[in-house]
T-cell receptor, first 115, second 111 residues
Framework: EADIYQTPRYLVIGTGKKITLECSQTMGHDKMYWYQQDPGMELHLIHYSYGVNSTEKGDLSSESTVSRIRTEHFPLTLESARPSHTSQYLC??????????????FGSGTRLTVV | GQQLNQSPQSMFIQEGEDVSMNCTSSSIFNTWLWYKQDPGEGPVLLIALYKAGELTSNGRLTAQFGITRKDSFLNISASIPSDVGIYFCGDSGAGSYQLTFGKGTKLSVIP
């Protein structure tokens, strides 16, 4: 049973449209993350958050933006979608206890296709 | 920066064979996490290791945290078709806030 939810699972959208990918977790995790992954390829961190009102850019440059107004919610927005944004977007969360991160859990992903 | 190497990049094996894959790091890890990703899905945690030398099993899967804290291996015994997928190793160590992933080992099982 998933404790981290992503919607939609699949999205096909036209170039220039604004889209928001939703991610919510019910585990009370303080840290949340967005990864971008092309099929069969490695995961690239594009955004992360330490907690409410905290957002940071990841290792891979992305034209998307994120917000963290509530602990459980970490949406990702693309203001103007382009075909180069076609990819799978994975949300994850974790909780830090002492020096370690625990419970690093992924959602099922949103498969985005921009036509 | 920290480098994480995962090998092999891909494997084709016969059903019933045992599988071994490993990860090495350029720096000391505090944890080793092993994930499996099915096509079109998010990665699912298989095994988490938190102590050097730790050997942990989960069904047909066994993973070990290397003594040097710079490597880990994952073994799968008696492979079955549903073992197909991409296996990722990763670390969420002290001082970092995000998981560092290897590039993955793509496993194919031939019935």
């Amino acid at each position: 049973e998933a404790d981290i939810y992503q919607t939609p699972r699949y999205l096909v959208i036209g170039t220039g449209k604004k889209i928001t990918l939703e991610c919510s977790q019910t585990m009370g995790h303080d840290k949340m993350y967005w990864y971008q992954q092309d099929p069969g390829m490695e995961l690239h961190l594009i955004h992360y958050s330490y907690g409410v009102n905290s957002t940071e850019k990841g290792d891979l440059s992305s034209e998307s933006t994120v917000s963290r107004i509530r602990t459980e919610h970490f949406p990702l927005t693309l203001e103007s979608a382009r075909p180069s944004h076609t990819s799978q977007y994975l949300c994850a969360s974790s909780i830090r206890q002492g020096p370690l991160n625990y419970g690093y859990t992924f959602g099922s992903g949103t498969r985005l296709t921009v036509v | 920066g920290q480098q994480l190497n995962q090998s092999p990049q891909s494997m084709f094996i016969q059903e019933g064979e045992d599988v071994s894959m490993n990860c090495t790091s350029s720096s000391i890890f505090n944890t080793w996490l092993w994930y499996k990703q099915d096509p079109g899905e998010g990665p699912v945690l298989l095994i988490a290791l938190y102590k050097a030398g730790e050997l942990t099993s989960n069904g047909r899967l066994t993973a070990q945290f290397g003594i040097t804290r710079k490597d880990s291996f994952l073994n799968i015994s008696a492979s079955i078709p549903s073992d197909v997928g991409i296996y990722f190793c990763g670390d969420s160590g002290a001082g970092s806030y995000q998981l560092t992933f290897g590039k993955g080992t793509k496993l194919s099982v031939i019935p």
